[in-house]
């Protein structure tokens, strides 16, 4: 049947009536199809091992209680005698024979001796609670088959250290008896007006607990020799815990586990388990590491805070250099022991022999991983004399061109974010101030939100409460966190769709 003179004009006005009809449905439907790209990107998370050496790394990712227990601002008589009854509990227990109670065990002891000055002595009385609290959080809130015998014989020695409390059995019962496979009774322990002292810390083993039964999320890293991983991990730590594999032991994988909370330390395991390592420890690679990682466990600053996410920094791979760079990283990337790839890219020098290489073998090896692929170091820009949006367009033609469909591509300044995450802690020299002010500067010119809205419309970024918090909007680094919180959640995160800086 022949076409009514007019007809694709009034069935076009007829669409657009309808759409403006049904806006919000129509944008509704808009999100949702953008949204659904995120859950096919991971639609399964494959489980992560975490098994590293003698260690579940899963155990790494809870923070320290002790830091809130008064027993820090008492008495040093009275802290000795804590430690002394604590090491006497995981004697009785047999716990003090395995490498992460032996660490705990060390953590406390650099944690009181630590403590500034005191500001009430309570007595050791008042921590007959505490005690048991913290003994349950040394062995990492793991009870096996023989719990009970060994429990047994750890009240037995309580009772004689807290006489009083024979009266309370029944209490200490309930105290324990979350610890045996009923952790969903701790939110009732702590409304029990006798535990009114300990509710906080309660909330904090909970916390632990919640966190550690996340599911993890694994992060490779890898790039090309000088392409920034190093300083771009440490923007999502917001700390200084990556090395330079130019510096360390490029043998070895760096590993770097997020905790539950804020606790103000820092774990490391490479041959031994250190959970308040210094820094010169942190960044070290010790002669007796007989394993191919060094793992660093601490709490996120930013945006990927609430994440369990475990991060894997391979060596920077350089093909015509040290050859064993590449066959860890090639290892690695063939292990598939992670839910998503991040392609970390120098934008000072794009599109050369290595990066090509490496390009194709990664896409050969890793299957239906999402990748994210990082532009660092825009900040080497000329505002004025470059066009950076062209520069990131060619080279996601070019990824195009190399069989990555639809790349997602993220220009950020890891420098920038690092500082601006510092700044959040009063933790510049004078020169990183400069730099950073430098910094606000140029990227306020560089108009970086401007790409992503167009090519990340459904990712949105409050400003800043001041020009160095929006910095990490600035330079694209909170909006490359949030990307990595829409994959880990499949789009459904919590917060209404901002990341807040």
Partial sequence: MAEKPGGADKDT????MFMKKNGKRYRKKQKEK????????????????????????????????VVRNPIVRDSEETKKEYLRRLRSYLNAGRWNRRKYEKAELCAYEKIL???????????????????????MHMIGYETTEDFSEKIYSVLTRYFEDFPEMTEKKDLIESLLKPFQGKQCQLKVLGKNPEFIEEKEYIKLIRKNLKFRKQKPFGVMVTATMSAGKSTFINALAGKYVCLSQNMACTSKIHCIVNKAFE???????????????????LLSNHEKNALDKIVISTFFRGCLQNM?????????????????????????LKGRNYNLLIYIMNATQLLTNDEDEHL??????????PVIFIINKVDAFNVEEENVTAVIKRQINYLIK??????????????????????????????QKRELYNYVDKFERMNLPAYYAENF?????????????????TCGLAYIEKLIIMLITGGKTNDKGLCKV
């Fill in 34 to 65: 953008e949204l659904k790209k995120y859950r096919d990107l991971v639609k399964v998370k494959k489980d992560i091992s975490q098994e590293v050496g003698e260690i579940n790394t899963a155990f790494l990712s809870m923070a320290h209680i």
């Fill in 308 to 332: 369990r996410i475990v991060v894997d920094d391979s060596p920077g791979v350089n093909f015509s250099g040290d050859e064993s760079h590449k066959i860890i990283a090639d290892r690695l």
């Fill in 113 to 135: 001796s630590e403590s500034g000055e005191v500001q009430r002595e309570y007595g050791i009385n008042f921590y007959r609670y505490f005690i048991l609290l913290d003994l």
């Fill in 360 to 369: 194709d073998f990664v896409k050969q090896t890793i299957g239906k991983t």
């Fill in 402 to 431: 190399k069989g990555f469909k639809n790349p997602m591509v993220c220009p950020v300044s890891s420098k920038a974010g690092y500082l601006a995450k510092m700044s959040a802690e009063n933790s510049l020299s004078r020169s």
């Fill in 263 to 281: 606790d103000g330390y820092t774990y490391k395991y490479d041959h031994d388990l250190v959970m308040g390592a210094e820094s010169q420890e």
């Fill in 457 to 473: 419309p459904n990712i949105k970024v409050q400003n800043g409460k001041n020009e160095e918090s929006n910095l990490l909007k």
């Fill in 13 to 16: 006005g007829t669409e657009e």
